[in-house]
């Protein structure tokens, strides 16, 4: 059975609608899986998963929320990442997903594969919902 986590970062609750439905599409496909606030993940929830989601809405200067969410993927810098395969995701409301191509740049540097990505403007449309769930059977296979 593949090892799933879902680690995000929410202010008003959109980025944790879209960490819900990535959690249940993992979960329903047959997945081991975790899904926690960043400030309660630790660096082993990575390390010991197969597949893993990370959302944060986009932040001041098109950047990942800066307090919590840039220093746990900081954390990945120097660690043998092995080409594990990740989704991120996350909200926006002025700089048109700008950050997550940032953040898929970070991410690539740091050893990891991102397979796909969701960027939402403001909250999630059902649509949006029903994608993120599918990408959460993705992170299962």
């Keep these: 059975m593949k090892k799933v986590a879902v680690i995000y970062w929410s202010d008003t609750g959109n980025v944790e ?3 819900d439905k990535i959690y249940n599409g ?17 660096i082993e929830d990575v390390i010991n998963s197969d597949a893993v989601a990370f959302g944060s809405p986009s932040m001041d200067n098109n950047q990942i ?3 919590e969410m840039e220093p746990f993927i900081k954390e990945f810098k120097n660690l043998p ?19 997550l191509k940032k953040w898929k740049d970070t991410m690539t540097d740091y050893g990891f594969n991102v397979i796909s990505q969701l ?22 296979r």
């Design 119 to 140: 960027a939402v403007k403001e909250a999630p449309t059902d649509a949006q919902l029903k994608e993120a769930y599918e990408l959460g059977k993705i992170l299962s």
């Design 81 to 99: 990442n092995n080409k594990k395969p990740i989704i991120l995701f996350g909200s926006y409301g002025w700089d048109n997903g700008e950050f």
């Design 17 to 19: 609608a879209i960490a």
């Design 26 to 42: 993992a979960k329903d496909a047959g997945a081991d899986t975790i899904i926690k606030l960043v400030q309660d993940a630790k």
């Design 65 to 67: 929320e800066q307090d």
